[in-house]
Structures are given as structure tokens and as C-alpha cells.
Nanobody, 121 residues
Framework: VQLQASGGGLVQAGGSLRLSCAAS????????MAWFRQAPGKEREFVAA????????KYGDSVKGRFTISKNSAENTVYLQMNSVKPEDTAVYYC???????????????WGLGTLVTVSS
């Protein structure tokens, strides 16, 4: 199964953007789907995760209350709704899959190509 993120682009501070991550095959109920991001010169950072079977979610502190992860099980797609974006949200956003409900980058074994989000001030 391959993951493909899309929906990135240029947005003004305070605006909204929705990212999508489509899987080429079935997302299994045991999977955890997550979003990470990496800004230039910085380490990859956890953004949000969702346990596929229960829809339980967790978020990184920097995006809590602004970003929402959701899914469409029938389309094997996970979304990231980004509201009230800030210039510091500028990064390449990646989707990833794991069997662990974790924020640890090293526990994710399946990664998609990223999509660039640029927030202008």
C-alpha cells in the first residue's frame, strides 16, 4: 500500500487548508494513520494521529485546537483540516502509517511523499 499526500499550497496566516492522504489499497483496522511535518532545517515533527478502528485521535501541542484529523474509510483516505494557520506551520507535510498509536516518528514504517504548505504572514 502506498500513501500519497496532496492539498498543500500557499495560504495566508489565519486561513484554512485541507490536506488529503490517499492509500492505494485498504487501510487495515489495526493501522494508525498520522500526519507529520518537517520545516527547513528542523526535525520531523508529529502533528496528529488517528487509530483507524476507533477513530481515537491525538495531536501535537503546537496544533491542538487548530488542526483536525479525520478519515473516509470507504475511500481509504485520511485528512488534515488546518485552521487558523500560522507562518510557523510552513513545512512539508507527510502522512504515515503505523501499528502503534504513537507520536514517535521511528514507529511509523510506511510514509508517503510530502506536500508543501506555505503560510504567508
Amino acid at each position: 500500500v502506498q500513501l500519497q499526500a496532496s492539498g498543500g499550497g500557499l495560504v495566508q496566516a489565519g486561513g484554512s487548508l485541507r490536506l488529503s492522504c490517499a492509500a492505494s489499497g485498504r487501510i487495515f483496522s489495526s493501522w494508525v494513520m498520522a500526519w507529520f511535518r518537517q520545516a527547513p532545517g528542523k526535525e520531523r515533527e508529529f502533528v496528529a494521529a488517528m487509530r483507524w478502528s476507533t477513530s481515537n485521535t491525538k495531536y501535537g501541542d503546537s496544533v491542538k485546537g487548530r488542526f483536525t484529523i479525520s478519515k473516509n474509510s470507504a475511500e481509504n483516505t485520511v485528512y488534515l483540516q488546518m485552521n487558523s494557520v500560522k507562518p510557523e506551520d510552513t513545512a512539508v507535510y507527510y502522512c504515515a502509517a503505523s501499528n502503534q498509536f504513537t507520536a514517535q516518528t521511528t514507529e511509523y514504517y510506511r510514509w508517503g511523499l510530502g506536500t508543501l504548505v506555505t503560510v504567508s504572514s
